[in-house]
């Protein structure tokens, strides 16, 4: 006999650390009762979240080192770890813009003027500038589709509420194809477009972002809290607008908890059968 308990929403201090649910106790405790003649044991396992978003390693990633980067106006790009709601952290910084191995720190300086370079920082100063490990897109990609909580399902969206980062209440946004902004979009969580991006309206953002085609803001106003990444098919990353995309490591976990299985063996016990 088998039976599974999930210990983060079962309202009980599990650990002894006088706290309940909290994000160490997101497992599942699978408990098998054994017989053998008069003889029993229990045996205790536990199943911890595995997300199927790698890690974020920057606040903008371009999978084509070889875009086209334009930064003006009031457009930065920050991998100083932000707080959501603003402020740093102190700690956990990373590069602004970074690329895969198949480019080079070289390759993406040589994208950039004088005046754009002093508009990206992050871990070593402006411009902050690193090579990062391929994210895997593709089952990013697949996964957010089979989960999303919301389709854009038109081409140009005049805005909306998705999530609160606040509350730590986070949705996955899917859109296949490109998508036009033209209003306020505001939420938190993981926002997935298969086409291009483009913002000529207002968008607020804590999470991850991850656009397949290009991204352009040269019209429009973005805020991101987390993290950004633009696929090997776009050839243009342009913040000419009001853009300002920091990284946040609590915002890029809101999108990371969102959606994986829990099949992470996090270790067993035997139990009193009492």
């Not at 952290?89 to 002093?118: K, M, N, Q």
């Not at 194809?177 to 938190?188: I, K």
């Not at 207002?202 to 987390?226: D, M, P, R, S």
Request: net charge negative; glycine share 16%; aromatic share 6%.
């Amino acid at each position: 006999m088998a039976n599974a308990d999930h210990l983060g929403s079962d309202g009980l201090d599990n650990d002894g650390d006088s706290q309940v649910d909290e994000t160490d106790e997101d497992v599942f405790q699978i408990i098998v009762t054994g017989t053998h003649g008069s003889a029993q044991r229990r045996i205790a396992a536990y199943l911890g979240f595995t997300s199927f978003i790698a890690d974020v390693e920057s606040a903008v990633t371009l999978l084509n080192p070889n875009s086209d980067i334009q930064i003006g106006g009031t457009g930065r790009v920050n991998g100083k770890n932000h707080h959501i709601a603003g402020g740093l952290v102190g700690s956990g910084d990373t590069y602004g813009i970074a690329t895969i191995p198949s480019g080079s720190v070289a390759t993406l300086l040589s994208r950039l003027t004088t005046s754009e370079r002093s508009k990206v920082d992050g871990m070593g100063g402006t411009p902050s500038l690193g090579l990062v490990s391929i994210p895997d897109i593709n089952t990013i990609v697949t996964e957010s589709r089979n989960a999303a909580h919301f389709v854009l399902t038109n081409r140009v969206v005049a805005g909306g509420t998705y999530g609160n980062a606040s509350t730590g209440q986070g949705y996955i946004v899917y859109r296949d194809g490109d998508v036009q902004l033209t209003g306020n979009l505001r939420g938190a969580g993981l926002l997935v477009v298969t086409g291009n991006l483009r913002v000529t309206g207002t968008i607020n953002w804590t999470g991850i972002i991850v656009v397949l085609g290009k991204i352009e803001c040269g019209a429009g106003t973005a805020q991101v809290y987390g993290g950004t990444i633009m696929g090997n098919t776009g050839n243009l990353l342009d913040l000419r607008g009001t853009v300002d995309l920091r990284y946040s490591r609590a915002g890029v976990n809101i999108a990371r908890n969102l959606a994986g299985r829990y099949v992470a063996f996090n270790g067993w016990q035997e139990i009193s059968v009492n």
